[in-house]
T-cell receptor, first 114, second 112 residues
Framework: GAGVSQSPSNKVTEKGKDVELRCDPISGHTALYWYRQRLGQGLEFLIYFQGNSAPDKSGLPSDRFSAERTGESVSTLTIQRTQQEDSAVYLCASSLRNSGDTQYFGPGTRLTVL | GENVEQHPSTLSVQEGDSAVIKCTYSDSASNYFPWYKQELGKGPQLIID?????GEKKDQRIAVTLNKTAKHFSLHITETQPEDSAVYFCAAKVQGAQKLVFGQGTRLTINP
């Protein structure tokens, strides 16, 4: 079946602009996660959704970062007033019910802030 | 919070030889330890995982061992093949928490 999809695959933006990154989880998966991967590094947790609510936002690095999920499906990660240090690959994952289940990752969105 | 250290950062082995990647974790409440393989330009793919109630798990050429006392776990790949070349990440999840905490990754190169 279809896996996790993300769009766009690449995004180049100018410093100070806002960007929106989209994640479509595996159908039927109620848990959704966003991670950030800086060049040559491991993944950093950003936020976790269970259904449409976000009980864990502890990884969001600043108030410029926000995320929402609608219809227990699509999620959007928004970065306002982008900075060069926001350049990274943003990865989305979903799991069937909760964090105890396997997390399946999408291909990521590579964000470059000039 | 949980911290995961992964070694080595790069590993080069001859095709057919074995490769071992090691991770240590800090929080004794961690109870789930997945390993992911990431190829260039792709998202991480789960290759094997282990939960804290077992000490070893094997799937064909891949095995994972867990030592809860020492708080470390290892990935073993036998009879390596060129397609095993990738970056491998270990991760840990604390019981009751939602997030995975990842190691820094190991770039594995299989030399033909």
């Amino acid at each position: 079946g279809a896996g996790v999809s993300q769009s766009p695959s690449n995004k180049v933006t100018e410093k100070g602009k806002d960007v929106e990154l989209r994640c479509d989880p595996i159908s039927g998966h109620t848990a959704l996660y966003w991670y950030r991967q800086r060049l040559g590094q491991g993944l950093e947790f950003l936020i976790y959704f269970q259904g449409n609510s976000a009980p864990d936002k502890s990884g969001l690095p600043s108030d410029r970062f926000s995320a929402e999920r609608t219809g227990e499906s699509v999620s959007t990660l928004t970065i306002q007033r982008t900075q060069q240090e926001d350049s990274a690959v943003y990865l989305c994952a979903s799991s069937l019910r909760n964090s105890g289940d396997t997390q399946y990752f999408g291909p990521g969105t590579r964000l470059t802030v000039l | 919070g949980e911290n995961v250290e992964q070694h080595p950062s790069t590993l080069s082995v001859q095709e057919g030889d074995s490769a071992v990647i090691k991770c240590t974790y800090s929080d004794s409440a961690s109870n789930y330890f997945p390993w992911y393989k990431q190829e260039l330009g792709k998202g991480p793919q789960l290759i094997i995982d282990i939960r804290s109630n077992v000490g070893e798990k094997k799937d064909q050429r891949i095995a994972v061992t867990l030592n809860k006392t020492a708080k470390h776990f290892s990935l073993h790949i036998t009879e390596t093949q060129p397609e095993d070349s990738a970056v491998y990440f270990c991760a840990a999840k604390v019981q009751g928490a939602q997030k995975l905490v990842f190691g820094q990754g190991t770039r594995l190169t299989i030399n033909p």
